[in-house]
């Protein structure tokens, strides 16, 4: 890429995995390193970028997306700078945990799944964070919150930036 000033511009994510590849390059057992790799690097996995390991690693771009879609690590769309678990296992659920759930997508205006448009939350329901005692139970990022009802939820979001 050339900037307006004429200067060639090098992406330093592109570079970072550049670098990935050339290390893992002729490896027997390399794709789920690498993914992991990439996925740390650009937060979550690209198409281009799983055509690009599919390239360099001489492996189709079938089996990369395939091991990407199967594991639960991989993500193929942005996510959040904030990842907010509900727990919504059977301790959770008894005392709650689905009407706090419910107050943070309300509060967040996001589904189960989804991300904001601001990427700063991602929410997903877990069956199990394993903190049944402090049931109903959620955590942002590693910070658990238990004991909660739905108008905590709000306080605990604006924590996070």
Request: glycine letters at 10%; one cysteine or more; aromatic letters at 8%.
């Amino acid at each position: 890429m050339v900037c307006a000033c004429g200067k060639e511009v090098t992406d330093p994510k592109k570079e970072k995995l550049k670098e990935l590849l050339v290390q893992y390059q002729g490896q027997k057992g390399a794709l789920i390193p690498v993914l992991q790799g990439a996925q740390e690097i650009y937060g979550y996995l690209p198409k281009d970028v799983m055509e690009e390991i599919s390239s360099s690693l001489k492996i189709p771009f079938s089996k990369v997306y395939g091991v990407a879609t199967f594991y639960a690590q991989f993500h193929l769309k942005p996510r959040g700078r904030n990842v907010v678990r509900a727990c919504l296992g059977t301790a959770c659920h008894v005392r709650g945990g689905a009407k706090v759930f419910e107050a943070i997508k309300n509060e967040l205006g996001v589904g189960d799944g989804e991300t904001t448009p601001d990427l700063r939350f991602t929410v997903e329901s877990v069956a199990c964070i394993g903190a049944c005692g402090l049931a109903p139970v959620i955590m942002v990022n590693d910070d658990t919150y238990g004991r909660l009802t739905p108008d905590k939820v709000k306080e605990i979001l604006a924590k996070y930036e």
